[in-house]
Nanobody, 126 residues
Framework: RPILVETGGGSVRLGGSLNLSCEVS????????LGWWRQAPGKEREGVAS???????RYHDSAKGRFTISRDNIQNTVSLEMNNLKPEDTAIYYC????????????????????WGQGTQVTITP
């Protein structure tokens, strides 16, 4: 089973950028669908972006045009580049993996995702 470890979280000013990385061990990233999810205090976990094992990429509407997900099959990582960050982007960000397709664009879809990292905090400051 894949083991996922996120890095790159922190505090960043409004409008700034941040790159998150997820190192995967125990499995090849090319064999899984991978994605980024987030959970703000008091809110349900929501999808941000995903890249399927066949390379198809999906973004939640809140991420379109600002975030970019990418996968490195050599380094065995999946990354999330975040630009033009807003206060509503403040959350714990989780890396996730699934043997099947991963669809981060509808409410509650996180419940079917089997593998998760421990999360990394992202805070947007004024």
């Amino acid at each position: 089973r894949p083991i996922l470890v996120e890095t790159g979280g922190g505090s960043v000013r409004l409008g700034g950028s941040l790159n998150l990385s997820c190192e995967v061990s125990g499995a090849a990233v090319s064999d899984y669908s991978l994605g980024w999810w987030r959970q703000a205090p008091g809110k349900e976990r929501e999808g941000v972006a995903s890249i399927d094992f066949d390379g198809q990429i999906r973004y939640h509407d809140s991420a379109k045009g600002r975030f970019t997900i990418s996968r490195d099959n050599i380094q065995n990582t999946v990354s999330l580049e975040m630009n033009n960050l807003k206060p509503e982007d403040t959350a714990i960000y989780y890396c996730a993996a699934d043997e099947g397709l991963m669809v981060p664009t509808y409410e509650g879809s996180w419940r079917s995702v089997p593998y998760w990292g421990q999360g990394t905090q992202v805070t947007i400051t004024p």
